[in-house]
């Protein structure tokens, strides 16, 4: 079957896996290309739980939304938001608060596109391109600066997105700039990709962050110790600390899968 390319943004290079279209086509989605689903189906054969992996990612992703709106946060700054899917940020937030404002930032243009689409007519959310290793062009963007009100509490999120970036382009610099701006009662909240427990599974790790290596985006992988340093001194982590995904303020209510302790989460707290 010929795939029709009518609804690609012009420059995108559709020969080239990309994580966000990888991503899109683990969780079900229809924006990937031959080339993303191959490369899925070679990480899948190194790494069985890849695709558990996702889920428990997103399944973080949707319990952290919820757990921000619970404590009074209604903006959010969704860097690495990736390409719509099942329970989006906006969708989450604004069950809690219709009017819950939330900016979507992607460096991916097809992300971009589709969720400019799908936001049509909602004029609490909104979606920009940006690069997280600027996060000067992000806090600074005009559209970012209209939607938010920097007086008030936000949460930034940044999900599945710092183990695209490298120590060379300063991670904790990174976060704390982005933490800078804002008030008390601000949080941070992130996923990684974290070491398997195992030898085998260390290795398989290893072979899929060797193919991540052909991407634009190459993978890093860190651990819980590297993780909380990226922190530094503008946040406070929050309980459980970093931790596995299932172990993270779990929902009774949630059908949960295995465990995934190579998915690292954490939500911390602007310190006063
Ligand atoms: C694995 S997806 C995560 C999507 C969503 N945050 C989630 O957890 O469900 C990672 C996303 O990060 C984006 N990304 C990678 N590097 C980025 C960067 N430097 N700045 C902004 N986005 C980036 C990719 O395009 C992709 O859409």
């Given at each position: 079957m010929t795939e029709s390319y009518g609804w690609v943004p012009e420059g995108v290079d559709i020969t080239v896996p990309d994580a966000s279209r990888v991503y899109d086509y683990a969780l079900g989605g229809v924006h990937n290309f031959a080339v993303d689903r191959e490369f899925w189906h070679r990480a899948e054969k190194m790494f069985p739980d890849a695709r558990l992996v996702a889920r428990a990612n997103r399944a973080f992703l949707g319990r952290a939304v919820r757990r921000l709106t619970a404590l009074g946060v209604r903006q959010f700054l969704d860097i690495g938001s990736g390409i719509p899917t099942l329970g989006n940020v906006h969708e989450v937030a604004q069950e809690a608060d219709p009017e819950a404002r939330v900016m979507y930032v992607d460096i991916d243009p097809i992300a971009v596109q589709q969720s400019r689409s799908l936001l049509v007519g909602n004029p609490y959310a909104r979606v920009v391109q940006g690069d997280l290793r600027k996060p000067d062009d992000i806090l600074y963007h005009p559209e970012v600066l209209d939607l938010f009100d920097f007086s008030e509490p936000m949460a930034v999120l940044t999900v599945a997105v710092?183990?695209?970036?490298?120590?060379s382009a300063g991670p904790a610099a990174i976060l704390r700039r982005l933490g800078e701006p804002l008030v008390s009662g601000s949080h941070l909240v992130l996923s990684h990709f974290g070491p398997a427990s195992t030898p085998e599974g260390r290795e398989a790790q290893e072979q899929t962050r060797r193919l991540y290596e052909k991407t634009p985006t190459p993978l890093v992988i860190r651990s819980r110790e590297q993780i909380a340093a990226l922190l530094g001194d503008e946040f406070e982590l929050l309980?459980?600390?970093?931790?596995g995904s299932a172990e993270w303020?779990?929902?009774?209510?949630e059908a949960a899968d295995p465990p995934q302790p190579t998915v690292l989460v954490a939500m911390a707290r602007k310190r006063a």
């Open positions: 710092l183990h695209f970036v490298p120590d309980p459980p600390g970093v931790a303020h779990p929902d009774p209510d």
